[in-house]
């Protein structure tokens, strides 16, 4: 697996998962409210912010059809909500103040191209309903930025033209396994498609863009190798909004920050007898010891010798052959057995 810079940080293999709390327009158009989200998502420890710039009318028609996760028209909402380019870099500014580092969305090539003019751009997130749009992803490749590229909605073949395109103009590229519902059954996450993307797709980093409610599926796609993890929060799960229902608020953005930490150091495939169970493994492991009185001489059987704690004398997977072995003393009942015990 590759990897690339977003920022100072590497992402991709041997790197632990970049995690971006997407933003959206959670927001609603709201400086104070975006940048309390800035706050709360490095108080999580996500590694990245992420907002959304929308220019409405190079995006859409107006009269485009409204998903079941709309109470309005999108063109609308858009109108209303979206931040300003002065807005943007006012935010990029905080970012940097409180030290997360700032992402955005375009959902068109000339949004992109006002986010680059004004170095906003470390990085260039393509949400699932670009993924196809080559001409303008291509386009987008000029900037020389790493790209993430979101795969809802799509089909392993639209993948693979959008990923061959890409890598062939010499883009840094992610892929990141989403499914675009809102939010999805969980019979649609179908997580093992990351396993599929990493074999088939192997010069990009292969992430995870997640529209459950739950943190359960992060983990999982943690767990499966995923690089990146993009989680949807919102400061108030009442707020109305294209996102509300898959979002998490910031509390449970720290859970899953921790929990991804958690599961990464806990993940090596080393088995050992680790230091701190030493001690342990003296006292838990079972050695042999006598039932009974055994006199000198004796030839011991199996009905005079069995296995107790602690695990300091001889093994207990050793009994066969302590039996037939003769007593080289006199050994008293319930004692730990010694091989000079026996002869």
């Not at 590497?10 to 790197?15: E, H, I, T, Y």
């Not at 260039?124 to 291509?138: A, R, V």
């Not at 987008?140 to 990923?163: A, L, N």
Request: aromatic share 6%; glycine share 6%.
């Amino acid at each position: 697996m590759p990897n690339f810079k977003i920022g100072k940080k590497l992402v991709g293999d041997d790197c632990p998962a970049f995690i971006i709390a997407e933003g959206g327009d959670a927001h609603l158009g709201c400086m104070v409210r975006a940048k309390e989200m800035v706050r709360l998502a490095k108080l999580a420890g996500a590694d990245a912010i992420k907002f959304q710039h929308h220019l409405p009318y190079e995006e859409m028609l107006q009269e485009s059809p409204t998903s079941d996760n709309m109470t309005e028209p999108l063109y609308d909402f858009l109108v209303k909500n979206a931040l300003s380019l002065d807005q943007h870099i006012e935010l990029k500014g905080y970012c940097d103040e409180v030290q997360i580092q700032y992402m955005c969305t375009p959902f068109s090539y000339k949004a992109a191209e006002e986010l680059n003019r004004e170095n906003l751009l470390d990085v260039i997130k393509i949400g699932s309903g670009e993924m196809t749009d080559i001409p303008s992803l291509l386009k987008m490749t000029k900037f020389g930025k790493p790209m993430i590229v979101s795969t809802g909605m799509c089909t392993f073949d639209e993948i693979e033209d959008t990923y061959s395109s890409l890598i062939d103009a010499g883009a840094q590229l992610a892929l990141t396994n989403c499914v675009s519902e809102y939010p999805p059954v969980y019979e649609d996450i179908n997580l093992h498609v990351i396993n599929r993307m990493q074999e088939k797709f192997g010069s990009a980093v292969i992430g995870h863009s997640d529209h459950t409610p739950s943190l359960y599926t992060c983990f999982g796609a943690v767990m499966l190798g995923a690089k990146i993890v993009e989680k949807h929060v919102i400061i108030n799960k009442l707020t109305p909004g294209p996102d509300q229902a898959v979002s998490i608020d910031f509390n449970e953005l720290r859970q899953l920050v921790d929990g991804i930490r958690i599961l990464e150091a806990a993940s090596g495939d080393i088995k050992e007898i680790h230091e701190r169970e030493s001690d342990i493994r003296a006292w838990a492991f079972r050695s042999i010891v006598s039932c009974c009185t055994i006199t000198k001489g004796t030839t011991i059987t199996e009905d005079m010798i069995w296995s107790k704690r602690p695990g300091t004398g001889i093994p207990a997977k050793l009994m066969g052959e302590i039996i037939g072995r003769v007593a080289a003393k006199d050994i008293s009942e319930n004692v730990l057995l010694d091989w000079s015990d026996l002869v």
